[in-house]
């Protein structure tokens, strides 16, 4: 990348940064610019920490002009001298545009590499039964990088013409048996292979010796799940670990950017999970639509309560925030007991909310409708001598800080009325000026809360080393403290956190969390039906359970532990992620929220698109398209023509989508049936499985099996159709409201729904890293112990379209490092509401397609969304031991094989 190019792009991408957290272009450039001459254009102290030092000099920049309007000048003035700067500025837009461009197009970030390849292939195989599945042909146009066939002896594919098709079915071992029976009667070919590693960390499930030996069981038995790579367990798999110096490099010269190995930052290495905690309820109010460019999520970061008056009492060197008056309640008390303030009802000083509401139920930082009712239905009794009030601050990563107050002895009155919000602040302020004799004349409490806020966020991020307990809000408690704004609000002010402490010894002194993980089955958000009424779309059990588990998920909003923070880099970066962790680049933003314990937001790259790794390769190039590929005569909405065009032949003459966008139900019928019972479907048996290939090529392991699965094949460029073209769903991207949470059954971060989806919907194509199957096994036998690979998919679903696949044709993704939202979908057992659809979009080689998800059954807002990854609980020999299933399915694998294992027990 040429040095403009790069810098353009890191302009780009720091403008993309800023406008994640919700931070305007106009604001973000003069900065930048600052800041560039100010670090003499060291581009590496800018992006560290996802450009922390950027915003914290916006945010800084903000208050100061606020402080000193004189500021614009200065910048002014630099302005003049940067003369390069402002050359960068000006180009600093049309990055940003044509990446937006890129995106929208659905197409990998990456240019993809042009070069000589063998045993391509531009079809599909004609050994599937179902007519969906339509021999593809040839393009027309043989374009220079035309790959190079392979010689008949490896079994290439040439053609789709039928004969060839009969040709290539013959040259492969495809069955619609079970795999057993054949595969140990394909050729093992260990000639002209260099040696490899040992070990299996990535070897799917379903290809264990146990199965071959049980083909009649009705688990997959092919590797088209991807997610058969499993966690590896690192002291298990063979030390004999080949390096990757030993494939040669292909394609160095390659167009296609590469992304380097990449290393977890160590700034945003997660803690371990705080078992005993449980973090604020982040969630907004699920039916409350998502603001571009404003999340309505909101952050609780702390709660100020008024402290008791005996001071030897102070909950805040306990790093517990007690919140009241009267009686020291417990933390869970305090939790639901009144004492922190929602905001309903706001004065809106300009970057500041303050609420003072009386109405809302107490213990809730959220402004979330649902749980707002009044307590006791409204009828609110005095009880004498008990009076509490909180101070609660939360902030967006926009820098937006909101301040509830909420006033509990109100509560009690029944003679209460809400005052005037501004007649308060004028009697507060009054007080003070009458009180005390130091006060500034132009004392006020608006002012007051502001700087409260600035001190609240300086000494979060100034306070990393020290104690939470004692440090973090100090300055605040100064100054609250010295302005006698206490007294004004008739209480001293401790600080806590509605999320836990990592301090040990606050762990030792907080109860455990209040939403305790749920028994596997108590989870169960998805349907648990009888699985031909799942496939014949009854929804009725569906609906029934979801609604129960969104009773408990909203149940689960009024708990929350006020705890106190330690404000690390680390926490404010995961507070950002919170609001969007795909950092602008989907058309949604997608939140995220912790309702169970402490644990903070994965590290990982969010992309939007796959990016090619370094050996993976992808042709895309135009010519491949032949017009028997493409619509270019169409125009507009090729699913409103009275015959269908070119683009439907793949999917036999029909399109795959219904005029609403949503998979056609026989053709979603037809692959959830596969992922439910594959031994009903074709499966093939690859000459010399590119899979067995990578764990050795000493001694090859015959083929264990692949799924021929159903491809989707999109409208692309050469198509004359415009972008809306009802055959163009997976390549617009998410436009789903989505959420990635908490699970509260122990399977970690997981995703939903925000809003009902319809069957077959479109929800997110699984994003990662694309790989060589060799490049996997070396980075998961690379990878540090500990750190998981959990998030490997295979592209297997066309591995039939040629005898021989060359290694770098044999891809995969993998979400570790680098993923989308599909990389927090959990696995469920047989009944997932989602199921796993190949799409062809920029070509039609099927080395390479999108892995994209719709949904098998209307599914609620609030559910889990999941999909079946077709693990083998059984596969005891696996190098990778399986996680242990959580999913709650009434056909759980796990649990069958658990079950069994206690009875011969
Ligand atoms: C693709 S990730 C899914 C997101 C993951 N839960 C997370 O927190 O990042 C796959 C991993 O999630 C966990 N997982 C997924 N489904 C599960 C299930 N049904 N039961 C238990 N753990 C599960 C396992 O640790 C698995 O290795």
């Not at 000048?73 to 390069?84: F, H, P, S």
């Not at 040992?198 to 997959?220: I, V």
């Not at 880099?569 to 314990?597: C, F, M, W, Y």
């Not at 270019?632 to 032949?649: E, I, K």
Request: hydrophobic letters at 30%; a negative charge.
């Amino acid at each position: 990348m040429s040095n403009n190019k790069d810098k353009r792009m890191r302009i780009a991408n720091a403008f993309r940064a800023m406008k994640s957290i919700g931070i305007k272009d106009d604001k973000v450039k003069p900065v930048l610019k600052n800041l560039l001459k100010l670090y003499d254009k060291n581009w590496e102290l800018i992006e560290a920490e996802n450009y922390r030092v950027l915003a914290d000099a916006i945010f800084e920049k903000e208050e100061a002009e606020a402080a000193v309007p004189s500021m614009k000048i200065v910048n002014n003035e630099v302005e003049d001298e940067m003369e390069e700067e402002a050359q960068a500025t000006e180009e600093m837009e049309r990055p940003l545009k044509r990446l937006q461009a890129t995106e929208e197009m659905g197409r990998p970030l990456k240019r993809l590499r042009l070069k000589n390849r063998g045993g391509q292939s531009s079809s599909h195989t004609g050994v599937t039964k179902t007519p969906l599945v339509r021999p593809k042909e040839e393009p027309e146009e043989l374009p220079e990088t035309l790959p190079l066939k392979l010689n008949g002896s490896h079994g290439m594919a040439e053609s789709s013409h039928p004969d060839a098709e009969n040709t290539r079915a013959k040259q492969q071992a495809v069955t619609c048996q079970s795999p057993g029976k054949d595969k140990e009667k394909e050729p093992i070919s260990p000639k002209s292979l260099v040696a490899q590693e040992n070990g299996d960390p990535c070897q799917p499930s379903g290809t264990s010796g146990n199965q071959h030996n049980t083909p009649l069981r009705t688990e997959p038995v092919s590797t088209s799940h991807p997610m058969r790579l499993r966690d590896r367990v690192k002291g298990s798999v063979s030390p004999q670990i080949s390096s990757k110096e030993r494939r040669p490099l292909l394609g160095s010269s390659s167009h296609a950017v590469h992304l380097q190995e990449p290393r977890v930052e160590p700034g945003i290495v997660l803690s371990p999970k705080q078992k005993s905690a449980a973090t604020p309820p982040l969630i907004k109010p699920k039916d409350e639509p998502l603001a571009d460019d404003m999340p309505l999520l909101v952050i609780p970061i702390a709660t100020i309560s008024p402290e008791p008056s005996d001071e030897g009492d102070s909950p805040s060197r306990e790093g517990i925030s007690r919140g009241h008056y009267g009686p020291e309640p417990s933390i869970s008390q305090s939790l639901n007991e009144p004492g922190t303030a929602n905001d309903t009802d706001s004065l809106n000083e300009p970057g500041m909310a303050i609420d003072t509401d009386s109405r809302n139920e107490p213990g809730t930082a959220n402004d979330t409708d649902s749980l707002n009712e009044p307590r006791n239905n409204g009828k609110e009794t005095l009880i004498s001598g008990e009076c509490s009030s909180d101070l609660v601050i939360a902030s967006l990563p926009s820098g937006e800080v909101k301040i509830s107050l909420s006033c509990d002895g109100a509560l009690r009155r029944p003679d209460f009325h809400k005052p005037n919000l501004e007649a308060v602040l004028k009697m507060v302020e009054d007080k003070c000026l009458t009180s005390y004799d130091n006060l500034d004349p132009n004392f006020s409490v608006v002012n007051l809360l502001k700087e409260m806020c600035q001190c609240y966020l300086k000494s979060g991020t100034e306070s990393n080393s020290k104690s939470p307990q004692t440090t973090d809000v100090a300055p605040s408690i100064d100054l609250l403290n010295k302005s006698s704004a206490v007294d004004a609000l008739d209480a001293k002010v401790s600080v806590t956190s509605l999320n836990r402490s990592v301090d040990s010894q606050s762990k030792a002194d907080v109860p455990l969390p209040v939403t305790p993980p749920s028994p596997p089955h108590s989870n169960v958000i998805d349907d648990g039906s009888q699985p031909d009424k799942m496939a014949a779309g009854d929804d009725s059990e569906t609906d029934k359970e979801v609604q129960e588990n969104c009773a408990e998920q909203t149940n689960n909003l009024n708990t929350m532990v006020n705890q106190q923070p330690q404000v690390t880099p680390e926490l404010i970066r995961s507070l950002h992620d919170v609001v969007d962790i795909a950092k602008g680049q989907e058309k949604v933003v997608i939140t995220l929220v912790n309702e169970v314990n402490d644990e903070l937001p994965p590290s990982f790259h969010y992309i939007p698109q796959n990016a090619l790794f370094q050996n993976a390769y992808v042709n895309v190039s135009l010519a491949r398209i032949g017009d028997n590929n493409s619509c270019s005569t169409c125009s507009g909405n090729c699913l409103s023509l009275d015959t269908p065009c070119a683009c439907s032949h793949e999917s036999g003459g029909e399109f795959a989508y219904t005029t609403d966008g949503l998979v056609k139900e026989e053709l979603l019928k037809e692959c959830v049936s596969m992922n439910r019972d594959p031994n009903k479907h074709c499966q093939f048996f690859c000459k010399e499985c590119p899979l067995e290939r990578s764990k050795s090529e000493d001694v090859i392991e015959p083929c264990k099996g692949h799924l021929v699965r159903k491809f989707i094949k999109e409208c692309w460029w050469k198509c004359g159709c415009d972008k809306q073209c009802g055959n163009r769903v997976v390549q617009r991207g998410i436009s789903r409201s989505l959420q990635v949470f908490m699970t509260p059954g122990g399977k970690g971060w997981g995703l939903r729904t925000l809003e009902d989806l319809p069957k077959g919907a479109f929800v997110c194509e699984y994003v990662g890293e694309v790989l060589t199957n060799a490049e996997l096994f070396d980075r998961v036998l690379r990878s540090p112990i500990g750190e998981k690979h959990s998030y490997p998919v295979l592209l297997d679903a066309d591995w039939c379209a040629e005898g021989v696949l060359k290694d770098e044709e044999a891809l995969c993704l993998d979400a570790t490092y680098y993923g989308n939202v599909a990389r927090f979908i959990n696995h469920r057992c047989y009944d997932s509401n989602m199921v796993e659809i190949p799409v062809e979009v920029e070509t039609p080689d099927h080395h390479y397609y999108h892995l994209a998800f719709f949904t098998t059954r209307k599914v609620k807002a609030m559910e889990e969304l999941t999909w079946d990854y077709g693990i083998d609980f059984d596969d005891h020999d696996h190098p990778i031991k399986a996680f242990r299933c959580q999913c709650g399915s009434k056909f759980c694998r796990n649990i069958k094989r658990r079950s069994r294992a206690a009875r011969r027990w």
